[in-house]
């Protein structure tokens, strides 16, 4: 798994509800947790899913805006990256993404994952 995905879940949450309301694109959801593509760009390439989150956050800021305003509910930005082999991976966001996750009340996360290398056959 690799991408960004805006993730929100609340004890009281309905994700049903609030996507009757605010119909975000490629949204998902379990019980009561909502998980939304922003970016569906490979692990390798952090400065594409910054470049799309960006873009996500600008166009649909009236729906995180609406969500985040819903008590109990917490949501974050996942970047899914995928785990360099080496001894240390640091990952750095700029501040205009960090701004508006701010502003909007977002978290940011990342999540690495281990690049499989292809089966020979």
């Known amino acids: 798994m690799s991408g960004c995905v805006l993730r929100a879940a609340g004890s009281s949450f309905s994700p049903e509800s609030f996507l009757t309301a605010f119909p975000l694109p490629e949204a ?22 910054i470049r799309d989150a960006l873009a996500f956050l600008q166009l649909h800021a009236p729906a995180v805006r609406a969500l985040l305003a819903m008590p109990g ?17 640091s990952v750095l966001f700029p501040p205009t993404l960090t701004a ?8 940011l996360e990342v999540s690495l994952y281990v690049a499989t290398p292809p089966r020979s056959i």
């Open 28 to 49: 998902n959801h379990r019980g009561n947790a909502l998980n939304v593509v922003v970016s569906d760009r490979d692990g390798a390439d952090l400065e594409g899913q």
């Open 73 to 89: 509910v917490e949501a974050s930005l996942d970047f899914g990256l995928w785990r360099k082999d080496a001894l240390s991976q």
């Open 100 to 107: 508006l996750a701010g502003e909007l009340g977002l978290g």
